[in-house]
């Protein structure tokens, strides 16, 4: 089975904080990615990579970035955390064929304060 | 750009009964059609795809045809549980190559025993 793991359920931090959350997928996934989940708005993609030390913008970079040193493991980054950035955080990872699904971690949920 | 439109509830059913969650999309060529679920405190998982017109993808007694005429991917379930209680997304992944997935907004279903 596809495993996909995020360090935190849930996290709290303080306005201006530095954030990073982590993702490990362990079967040699190509493309990994980061969403996150708000009511009434379901999934919005922030950033993705299809290689290691590759990187692309997804619909609402804004705020954060990434980095990608290894091929399991996708960082996502917010240099400095704002209240309107509490949300759920989704990582997901797929292999680089078409009509492939996207393998889901458990989400942090993040409360800035 | 390629969008995914679906019922967004929330709704409530009672056990047994009759589910059909409407998912419509735009979208350029053909893309892959994917119904995902999120049971609580849980990431998302896929519950069933489809990749190519008139393909019938189904799982756990779900169901769903990719209607190229009529650009639609309805889940149904024919009698609901309670273990079905759950948010479902429905998502096309673009046919160009892109591997960046579109999600519809969800919708919560809530069964009632």
């Known amino acids: 089975d596809v495993k996909v793991t995020q360090s935190s359920r849930y996290l709290v931090k303080r306005t201006g904080e530095k954030v990073f959350l982590e993702c490990v997928q362990d079967?040699?996934?190509?493309?990994m990615f980061w969403y996150r989940q708000d009511p009434g708005l379901g999934l919005r993609l922030i950033y993705f990579?299809?290689?290691?030390?590759?990187?692309e913008k997804g619909d609402i970079p804004e705020g954060y970035s990434v980095s990608r040193e290894k091929k399991e493991r996708f960082s996502l980054i917010l240099e400095s955390a704002s209240t309107n950035q509490t949300s759920m955080y989704l990582c997901?990872?797929?292999?680089?064929?078409?009509?492939?699904?996207?393998?889901f971690g458990p989400g942090t949920r993040l409360l800035v304060l | 750009g390629d969008s995914v439109t679906q019922m967004e509830g929330p709704v409530t059913l009672s056990e047994e009964a009759f589910l059909t969650i409407n998912c419509t999309y735009t979208?350029?060529?053909?893309?892959?059609l994917f119904w995902y679920v999120q049971y609580p405190g849980e990431g998302l998982q896929l519950l069933l795809k489809?990749?190519?017109?008139?393909d019938k993808g189904s799982n756990k007694g779900f169901e769903a045809t990719y209607r190229k005429e009529t650009t639609s991917f309805h889940l149904e379930k024919g009698s609901v549980q309670v273990s079905d209680s759950a948010v479902y997304f429905c998502?096309?992944?673009?046919?160009?190559?892109?591997?960046?997935?579109?999600f519809g907004k969800g919708m919560k279903l809530t069964v009632n025993p």
């Open positions: 990579s299809y290689d290691v030390k590759m990187k």
């Open positions: 979208a350029t060529g053909y893309p892959s």
């Open positions: 489809a990749t190519k017109a008139d």
């Open positions: 998502a096309l992944k673009e046919a160009g190559g892109s591997e960046k997935l579109v």
């Open positions: 079967m040699d996934h190509e493309n």
């Open positions: 997901a990872s797929s292999l680089l064929v078409r009509g492939e699904t996207q393998y």
